[in-house]
């Protein structure tokens, strides 16, 4: 709900547990008051006056807007630390003064038709801000998202003067916090090691994190949460915002000496700018924001439940997802009908669902140098062609699923013989390599075009299931032969606009399949992607205790069902037996599971294994897809436990492991209904109460427990 009250020129947006609160200042100027549990009575802004500081000469009273905590930051006024805006006049000057013109409030929120942002929203709040010299206007938007205690933030430019203008800095979301002692939570890490949860006290100055590498990076998640010094999973104030994108990005935090923190997110402040000319509108990207008096978990509770609700494809957030045989860490480029039919026969027969054809099964494509561009079948390796392929996969009763990475080409393809210039590189300028291939110039609408046609057309007549979508180098060189020497600086977000649009064409072109993102495992493992392909790859590194630090720092930020997780026997930890087996279930089935082995060879003992992890896969995987995730408390460095429990609280399973040697008795589960009985698949049952009190008996080193109410 968004009320406006007239008398205190205060705008205040409630969701169901919070409230965020601004205030109109001598009718210029839009203060940021409050942002924190659900109330009315939020105040009224206050001046926390520095000396030093340049000021506006006011009839009311004099206002530099260094005093204020607000809304919209802009360059080239008196806010004189880091901010979210900043324009380059056409007199080469990056004056601004944004003033406060008007608001609108709306049903709805305005839907974006070039890049992904969240479906639904019950109201909108637009505040419009004027440059009077420029002529440029800012509309800044708040979309309110009250179950899952979410709102989402964007700008809009529209330059209403009669020059151009250049944007260099359109940072989507702000967020000024009161004086305090606070810890930022990032999601850091490195190819095959992304995404670990990160705590930093919040120190004096900048600090952030970000991409310069044309996908959301492996490096840094575009993530950004800073809660309370005293805050914990289940106590305590929280704040999170999340990039709905997938290309470079900022991330940041600034702490005045005062103590209070600004917060801005949004396209990467180095390697963005655009030129408005007059008449002409740019939108930025989307943030979103949440908020939780309760803790850590009750953040990441929101965030799924936003992405699950309104960011993922509505047909498959909450579908069954198929167990996939992926032929990758077992066969790689060696695939064809013959041995991949094979293997689809001993999926089926341990229950999965899908055999994905992974890299390899078009062009000339034995090698990692060659064919990207090239998307025909091997006729060598599919002597039948795809369709007769997928019909016999489909014959034995499994999905059937391919490999694509449309983005980039190789320079041993037909398409660059034919099309050097559409390889993205700047002018007299030998490009960088990455897995020894170039990136498609996704700035030019031919090259998007006649890349998705010919996907299309190799696609049209098989029926596919499945597709993962994968990104395997990072842009380097980042110039356009299609674009002339003023539009330069507008090649990376041009680039990820031209990767939308291949995302929407070619998932439109196949409405019913499934589309699983990934980037050299989880390089772009973002809002952004989760808009087109519901689940993400999550890294390349299948090591089941590698994994538990990678998971863990993923789930803290995106939903379990977007975490896909195989188990894979490949070369990190050879498999010995068959407990670790059950071990690498364990870890992946807290996600959307599949397998990455040679299947073929399984022993007798190991196929039973398999078939019985399947089962309780199938039996609990409507948990995952739908239920809410609580961390459990009390876990020491090594150890790792998640309870996952159904809306309606009747069904929960626990998962636990420990990699740190210690001997664990009890499991103090969480989230549970302290009144009810639950009942496991073998005869236990668990009081409520006393699971979440006192814990259930423990075994091992690891254990999933599960339990229902009769
Ligand atoms: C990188 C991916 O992360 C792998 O799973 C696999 O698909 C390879 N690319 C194929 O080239």
């Known amino acids: 709900m968004i009320i406006f009250d007239k008398t205190h020129n205060l705008f205040k947006i409630h969701t169901q547990n919070t409230t965020y609160a601004m205030q109109i200042v001598h009718g210029k100027y839009v203060a940021h008051l409050y942002y924190g549990t659900r109330k009315d009575d939020v105040g009224d802004f206050t001046l926390q006056r520095t000396s030093f500081a340049p000021y506006y000469p006011d009839e009311e009273e004099n206002i530099s807007l260094d005093w204020l905590q607000t809304e919209l930051s802009f360059f080239g006024g008196n806010d004189l630390k880091d901010t979210a805006v900043r324009i380059r006049n056409a007199n080469g000057d990056s004056a601004s003064f944004f003033r406060y013109q008007t608001y609108r409030i709306f049903k709805g929120r305005v839907e974006f038709d070039d890049m992904p942002y969240s479906r639904g929203g019950e109201e909108t709040l637009e505040l419009s801000y004027v440059d009077e010299v420029s002529g440029c206007v800012l509309y800044s938007y708040y979309t309110v998202f009250p179950n899952s205690d979410t709102i989402t933030r964007y700008l809009r430019f529209e330059n209403q003067g009669d020059v151009p203008v250049k944007i260099e800095r359109a940072l989507s979301c702000q967020l000024d916090l009161p004086a305090g002692d606070y810890i930022s939570i990032t999601l850091c890490g490195a190819y095959f090691n992304e995404r670990h949860l990160t705590e930093t006290p919040v120190h004096v100055g900048l600090q ?12 840094f998640n575009p993530f950004l949460a800073v809660k309370s ?50 008449g002409e509108t740019f939108t930025t990207p989307e943030v979103i924001l949440t908020y939780s008096a309760d803790g850590t978990n009750a953040l990441s509770q929101n965030l799924h439940a936003h992405i699950r609700e309104y960011i993922m494809p509505k047909p498959f957030a909450f579908s069954p997802r198929p167990i996939v045989l992926n032929t990758w860490e077992a066969m790689n480029f060696t695939i064809n009908e013959t041995n991949v039919l094979a293997y689809a026969q001993h999926a089926k027969e341990l229950g999965m669902d899908a055999v994905v054809v992974d890299d390899g099964w078009f062009g000339e494509r034995c090698h990692d140098d060659r064919s990207l561009g090239d ?34 080409i190789s320079e041993n393809s037909h398409l660059y013989r034919s099309h050097p210039e559409w390889a993205l590189r700047c002018k007299d300028r030998e490009p960088s390599r990455g897995r020894m291939q170039l990136v498609l110039d996704l700035t030019n609408d031919n090259a998007v075009e006649t890349v998705v046609k010919n996907l299309v057309e190799t696609f049209k007549d098989v029926p596919i299931d499945y597709i993962k979508w994968d990104f395997n180098r990072s842009l380097a060189e980042t110039g356009s032969l299609n674009l002339p020497p003023e539009k330069q600086c507008e090649v990376k977000h041009r680039f990820v606009l031209g990767s939308y649009k291949m995302h929407k064409l070619l998932t439109q072109a196949f409405p019913n399949v499934l589309f699983e993102g990934c980037t050299g495992g989880g390089g772009r493992f973002d809002a952004g992607i989760l808009f087109y392909c519901p689940q993400i790859w999550t890294s390349d590194n299948t090591d089941p205790v590698e994994r538990l630090e990678i998971q863990k720092g993923t789930a803290f930020a995106y939903p379990l069902s977007a975490i896909s997780a195989h188990v894979s026997n490949s070369k990190f930890n050879e498999i010995e037996d068959g407990l670790d087996y059950a071990f690498r279930f364990n870890v992946a089935a807290e996600g959307i599971l599949g397998y990455e082995m040679d299947v073929t060879r399984l022993s007798l003992e190991n196929t039973e294994r398999l078939k019985a992890h ?43 492991r420990n990699v740190n040697g210690r001997q664990r008795e009890y499991l103090t589960l969480k989230g549970l ?36 109410v009769k």
Request: aromatic share 14%; glycine share 10%.
């Open 673 to 708: 209904n302290a009144a009810y009985v639950y009942h496991g698949e073998n005869g236990e049952t668990y009081d409520g109460k006393t699971a979440m009190q006192t814990g259930v008996a423990l075994q091992g080193k690891y254990a999933m427990v599960e339990g229902r």
């Open 375 to 408: 998307w025909q079948a091997n006729t060598r390796k599919f002597p039948d062609g795809l369709r007769a392929f997928a019909e016999k996969v489909h014959a034995l009763g499994l999905k059937v699923g391919f490999w694509i990475e449309p983005e980039m």
């Open 229 to 278: 010094a005293q805050t914990t999973e289940y106590a305590g104030d929280a704040y999170a915002m999340e990039f709905v994108y997938s290309g470079d990005f900022t991330a940041q935090m600034e702490k005045t000496f005062e103590g209070k923190v600004r917060m801005l997110m949004g396209l990467n402040k180095d390697t963005f700018a655009w030129n408005l000319g007059a």
């Open 208 to 219: 952030g994190i970000y991409s310069m590498r044309g996908h959301s990076s492996h490096q």
């Open 614 to 656: 399947i089962q309780t896969y199938k039996r609990i995987q409507p948990l995952l897809l739908e239920g809410d995730a609580y961390r459990l408390e009390d876990m020491q460095k090594g150890e790792y436990g998640v309870c996952v429990v159904s809306k309606d609280k009747k069904r929960f399973v626990a998962f636990y």
